[in-house]
């Protein structure tokens, strides 16, 4: 298990009782846990995707969705993080954080502030900056970005055709474009999603 919890430079990382919360004895290689995370990803992502959804942005759905997400591989899924990190919110202002950026999306909605593309690409920003869980924040806010947009009838976004999980040019040039955002440019953000 050593080589397990590697953390790459640019991933959130987990402390010693954030690692033990992993639910898998099979798992005993990064690439495990990727292909671990990655089927649990697909059937949280169907679950996510079934009728209509009326509590989308709330935060009980957004617990519960990376719950669904991650529950089958970390026993912290949907639990808001209790450490600081190295990026996001300090963790006692996570519920507080959470509440003003899905209030702020609802008043961009009702208001037509931006367009449907802009509304879900800032909430995505905005729950990646919060960075309310252990890990897997990137991919969740991607898939609520994306059943945002999706509300609005319009295709989910391709977010740069590549995988981010693992160090590259398309993962650069997504981190690239969140640090644009935090500096109040959300332009790159905007295309990277589309691109």
């Not at 959804?53 to 899924?77: E, N, T, Y």
């Amino acid at each position: 298990m050593n080589g397990l919890f590697d953390q790459s430079l640019d991933a959130t990382p987990l402390d010693p009782d954030e690692c033990a919360g992993l639910r898998q004895a099979s798992i005993a290689t990064r690439a495990d846990l990727n292909i671990a995370e990655q089927d649990n990803i697909l059937k949280g992502t169907a679950w996510a995707r079934r009728g209509r959804r009326k509590d989308l942005l709330s935060v009980a759905f957004l617990k519960q969705l990376h719950k669904r997400m991650f529950g089958d591989v970390w026993d912290w899924a949907g639990t808001y993080r209790t450490t600081n990190k190295n990026i996001g919110v300090a963790a006692n202002r996570i519920s507080t954080e959470l509440h003003q950026r899905l209030d702020d999306t609802i008043y961009q909605i009702n208001n037509s502030v931006y367009c449907p593309d802009e509304i879900a690409v800032r909430l995505h920003h905005q729950l990646v900056f919060v960075h309310p869980f252990p890990n897997g924040n990137g991919r969740w806010s991607r898939l609520m970005a994306d059943l945002v947009v999706e509300k609005f009838g319009q295709p989910s976004f391709t977010w740069g055709r590549d995988s981010l999980k693992s160090i590259s040019e398309t993962r650069a040039q997504y981190i690239e474009a969140l640090r644009a955002a935090d500096n109040h440019d959300i332009a790159p953000l905007l295309e990277f999603a589309r691109s």
